[in-house]
Structures are given as C-alpha cells and as structure tokens.
C-alpha cells in the first residue's frame, strides 16, 4: 500500500476525525427523535466506507432508507455488523473527545446526543454532505428500525 494510502487510512480511524463526522451527523437529526450512541455505531462504517459514503452524498434529506439503499449492493451491507463491531470501541472514544471538545452534547436524562458548534468542521464536502445527510435521514425511523432494515441483530 503507497503511503499516501496509509495516511488516509489512520485519518479516518483518528477517534478526533470520527468525532467530527458523528458532531455533524447528529447536529441533522432534525424529525422524531435524537441521536443515540446506537445510530453512532452504524453512522461510522456507513460514512467511511467509500460506496456506501458516495451514496449519502448524492442523496437528500427527503430521502428513506429504503430507498437510500436500494442502489446500494446487498454486497456493501454484508460486512456492516461486523464493521460496526470493529469500530465500536474508536466510536465511544469518540464521543468522549466530541464531548472534551464541545462539539457533542449528551443529554443525561435522554441519553441523546446532539452535536453543535459544527461550523468549520469536516473541511470535506463529501464527508460533510454524507453526515448531514445520513442524521436526516436516521432522524426519521427509530433505532431498532434503522438496524432491523440493515441487518445487523448483534454488537
């Protein structure tokens, strides 16, 4: 691998990288319901797998997932339970950082997260577009629909 691919690869698995993206993810949950640590663990391998990221790009917020991710390769979603379970442990960490930051909130009652202060953040628009879109989108389902739909029953 050149090692322009090694970097890319510990910028996106820099807990401070991913803290941002969940900020921006979270900033967009804007219908029935907050952000949870749950939609967090599915956010990650969503947004930083390059096929699946792409397709949040070229969505909108008025998109669903079921249609979101008929285009979408059953291929793409196979790995995603095991993804989730990988990234995981660099998801709470994190929220950790996000929070130290200021750029995530947590609501102690709800346990809800919200991100804030996102201005500047995620200086790639693909990156940036793929947030705000997959928060508006999860926004609109409850946890347990959005993993039902994705398949993924263990972390």
Not at 99 to 104: A, C, D, L, V
Not at 139 to 150: G, H
Request: aromatic letters at 10%.
């Amino acid at each position: 691998m050149s090692s322009f691919g090694q970097k890319l690869i510990k910028v996106t698995d820099n807990p401070f990288f991913i803290a941002e993206i969940l900020a921006v993810a979270f900033e967009n949950f804007i219908d029935k319901r907050r952000a949870t640590l749950w939609d967090a663990y599915l956010i990650i391998p969503l947004i930083l797998k390059k096929r699946t990221r792409e397709r949040f790009v070229s969505t909108n917020k008025t998109g669903t997932i079921i249609n979101l991710f008929s285009e979408i390769k059953k291929v793409d979603l196979l790995s995603l339970e095991e993804d989730v379970k990988v990234y995981k442990k660099k998801v709470n960490k994190a929220i950790i950082i996000g929070i130290e930051r200021g750029i995530i909130s947590l609501n102690k009652e709800t346990l809800s997260l919200n991100g804030k202060k996102t201005k500047g953040l995620l200086e790639d628009e693909n990156y940036r577009k793929a947030s705000q879109n997959i928060g508006k989108i999860f926004s609109k389902y409850e946890v347990y629909e959005i993993f039902e739909f994705m398949e993924v029953y263990n972390i």
